[in-house]
Each structure stands twice: as C-alpha cells, then as structure tokens.
C-alpha cells in the first residue's frame, strides 16, 4: 500500500528558481492537503484541495500554487523561492467522508540558498 | 473558528514515568479528535483517535478520552519508554465545507533511560 506519496524527498534551490513538489494518493481520497512544518511553529497550511479541480488556501498560502486536475495528484509550485520558504512541506490526504483522520506523506525537506 | 490548543514543550521524563499531554479544542459543531505521532525524520502517523464524546481512544499503551464538556481531550501513557520520544500532536475534524482539519503546535517529547 503506497498511501501518499511525496517527490522529492530533498532538494536545494537557490533563491529565485521555480519548483514543484509532487504528492500522490492511491486510497481515491478527495481532500488534500499542504502544510508546511518550521521549528516551534508547529503545521501550518498552506493550501487544501477539497475534489479535483477545486483549490483554496490555507493559513500560509503566498508564494504558492497549487492545482487539482485529477483525484490522485496535487502537486505544489514554487514559483520563485526566497530564503524564508526554507522547511519540511508535508502533503496529506482524507476521504470527504466526515471526521476520517488525514494520511500524510513522509514529507519533502526543502532548502533555499 | 476551530482550533486547538496544546501542551507547550518540550516535555523530559525518565523512563517508566507517567506522561499527561493537554489538548483542549474550540469547534462550531461535534469533531472528531485526534492524536498523531512523529518520529525524527518522518511523516505524521495517526496513534489514535476518538468520534464522539465520551469515547476513549487507545493504541501502544496511549489512551485520550473526547470530553466534551471541558472540550479536552488529553494524551496520557502509564509507563514511558524511550521508544516513545517523538512530537505529538493533537488535531481536530470537522465535515465543512472549508478546511476540515486543524492541529495543534506539537508537544515534543524525550525520554531519558
């Protein structure tokens, strides 16, 4: 059983330059989820995708895009990285079924130079 | 709005000692209540989690009863190990139509042999 799966699991970038973040689901749940986790900060998320094709933004959303063409995929753009985007992103996932627990990926640990 | 409100860390104890987390919640209808566990280096796995009021959830010794009327709902565990250092944290659910999920800001714990 994959679960939610997170590509890559590490990457530098320097300031400036454009990334995405794959994450992938094969349990066919409809809520996705980023977050973004920073020492004594605890998660905060960043955007949340509640079906395909539908997206809205979470507590911490500027600097990033994220689409939802289809169920399984939800990928997440840097469109220009800047040092403060330095921190582990973590993609999760749910059934719309209510009150269910999300299922995370092992996260992406992303530093920008 | 919803949120939750967690224990301030880091938490220290010697093995074998008793372990009380607080977590208390502010919701608009009935979540469900949850606590989630991360090991150094890795994802959030869900340890164990509760629907309604009343009912104790329980998992690897780990027990929390959802009180509704003190809106808590704290992690307790007889007797630590130091297979149990990790940060914990607890979450709530809601069936919106917005963002279903909101977590806590994690409670780190060591245990020392």
Known sequence: ?113 | GDSVTQMEGPVTLSEEAFLTINCTYTATGYPSLFWYVQYPGEGLQLLLKATKADDKGSNKGFEATYRKETTSFHLEKGSVQVSDSAVYFCALSEDNTGNQFYFGTGTSLTVIP
């Not at chain 1, 890559?8 to 749940?29: I, W, Y």
């Not at chain 1, 960043?46 to 289809?70: C, F, K, L, M």
């Not at chain 1, 330095?86 to 999300?102: D, G, H, I, K, W």
Request: some cysteine; glycine content about 8%.
């Open chain 1, 1 to 113: 059983n994959a679960g939610v799966t997170q590509t890559p699991k590490f990457r530098v970038l320097k300031t400036g330059q454009s990334m995405t973040l794959q994450c992938a689901q094969d349990m066919n749940h409809e809520y996705m989820s980023w977050y973004r986790q920073d020492p004594g900060m605890g998660l905060r998320l960043i955007h949340y995708s509640v079906g395909a094709g539908i997206t809205d933004q979470g507590e911490v959303p500027n600097g990033y895009n994220v689409s939802r063409s289809t169920t399984e995929d939800f990928p997440l753009r840097l469109l220009s990285a800047a040092p403060s985007q330095t921190s582990v992103y973590f993609c999760a996932s749910s059934p719309t079924v209510s009150n269910q627990p999300q299922h995370f990926g092992d996260g992406t640990r992303l530093s920008i130079l």
